[in-house]
């Protein structure tokens, strides 16, 4: 059993960065993939990124690419997400994942409670 908990969010402006961490409890986080979705109001969960269990191997989505950076450090349970460049689309609760490897919501087992980021124009 893995619990994810998700910080870091807050309201910044257009342009600023955020980095948000995940805090995994149980033993087994450092053999299982690690990813973020994010779902703003009134729209579906979406897949931003994700780490294979090593940090070795990561995948973003296009409307990320190039701004976004996943990250993880096993020995201290957590995983990471580098927000640059933020716009007001990116505005969203944003969830750790882990237990998967796909970019649906049902192809990871746990799910963290989310956190918010606003971004304002």
């Known amino acids: 059993q893995v619990e994810l908990v998700e910080s870091g969010g807050g309201l910044v402006q257009t342009g600023d960065s955020l980095r948000l961490v995940c805090q995994a409890s149980?033993?087994?986080?450092?053999?299982?993939?690690v990813a973020w979705f994010r779902q703003a109001s009134g729209k579906e969960r979406e897949f931003v990124a994700r780490?294979?269990?090593?940090?070795?191997?990561?995948d973003y989505a296009d409307s990320v690419k190039g701004r976004f950076t996943i990250s993880r450090y096993n020995d201290i349970n957590e995983a990471y997400l580098q927000m640059d460049s933020l716009a007001p689309d990116d505005t969203a609760v944003y969830y750790c994942a882990a237990g998967g490897w796909g970019t649906g919501k049902s192809d990871f087992r746990y799910w963290g409670q989310g956190t918010q980021v606003t971004v304002s124009s």
């Open positions: 149980g033993r087994t986080f450092g053999n299982i993939a």
């Open positions: 780490c294979g269990f090593s940090g070795g191997s990561t």
